[in-house]
């Protein structure tokens, strides 16, 4: 039988769930500064557009703001993508205590550092001390511990590739109407299109990088599908094949963009119904209920 329920409340490891929660916090308030610069610099062109429109030094000015942009966005894009990975290892580290799988340096990267977890750990986000408790449901007590195994990781996937779905879809309805009111006034000739351009890379900068987060995650069910057809056939699932699904799991939790606190509360509920659902259908599947 499987510890998972009491592991996933040590001390230690609910230090390393808040530590990853302000981690990514950070990241997302990084995404926000990105965001409000590409949305200020282009509602502060439009306005130079209008004000100075008869001005020669006009373009001048747009593609020196531009650059200027470009070149900040790209900065604190690298700043984000560290945020991430950071959290991401932090997330996996919880994942490798709780679960009973051996850190794989090869796999995984090295681990997360305790000043890094300390240092993060104290930062308040908005979640209430006892969400960290209890993070994976309490259906995995008293099940072998690869069954266990993979009713904890069947949480992370229902969660997370739902949430990422609602979100890559709200984004890319955004970039393509304002990529539809880029391409008309290039099609009219008019200039104002230009003012637009730090907002459209920005939105389409997230969009490409959800996109490929789930690309990733194809990959995560995969891996994750193989060793569900193993219990399902009443075979042996080695640590390896759960090394693999973490390499995966990592790969595309490094690369999501946080999802907005809005979005998750919304779809909470019908998150959780979701996830109590495909774990029954998984328990009667693998007969070891």
Request: hydrophobic share 45%; net charge positive; with cysteine.
């Amino acid at each position: 039988m499987n510890d998972i329920c009491n592991r996933q409340n040590l001390p230690e490891n609910i230090d390393l769930l808040k530590a990853q929660a302000a981690t990514y916090k950070e990241s997302e308030k990084l995404s926000n500064i990105d965001f409000c610069i590409s949305a200020g610099a282009t509602a502060l062109l439009l306005m130079l557009r209008i004000i100075f429109s008869q001005l020669e030094m006009w373009g001048v000015v747009t593609a020196i703001v531009a650059a200027i942009v470009t070149i900040s966005s790209l900065g604190l894009s690298i700043m984000i993508s560290n945020r991430k990975d950071l959290a991401a290892r932090m997330q996996m580290m919880f994942d490798c205590n709780v679960l009973d799988i051996i850190w794989q340096e090869a796999v995984l990267g090295r681990k997360p550092k305790q000043e890094e977890i300390n240092r993060y750990k104290v930062i308040q986000t908005r979640k209430d001390e006892y969400t960290f408790y209890n993070w994976y449901d309490e259906r995995v007590k008293g099940k072998p511990l690869d069954v266990g195994r993979v009713l904890a990781y069947q949480e992370n996937i229902s969660y997370d590739v739902n949430l990422r779905k609602a979100f890559i879809a709200i984004n890319t309805i955004l970039c393509l109407i304002l990529l539809a009111i880029t391409v008309y006034l290039i099609a009219i000739g008019n200039s104002f299109w230009l003012p637009l351009i730090p907002l459209l890379s920005f939105l389409i900068k997230v969009c490409i990088t959800n996109v490929w987060s789930l690309l990733k995650y194809k990959t995560v069910i995969d891996d994750y599908n193989a060793i569900l057809d193993l219990l399902i056939n009443h075979k042996y699932v080695g640590v390896s094949k759960f090394n693999t699904l973490f390499h995966s799991m990592y790969e595309h939790r490094r690369r999501a963009y946080k999802i907005p606190d809005g979005v998750f509360q919304m779809l909470k509920t019908l998150l959780h119904l979701r996830a109590d659902y495909d774990q029954l259908l998984i328990m009667e599947k693998i007969g070891r209920i």
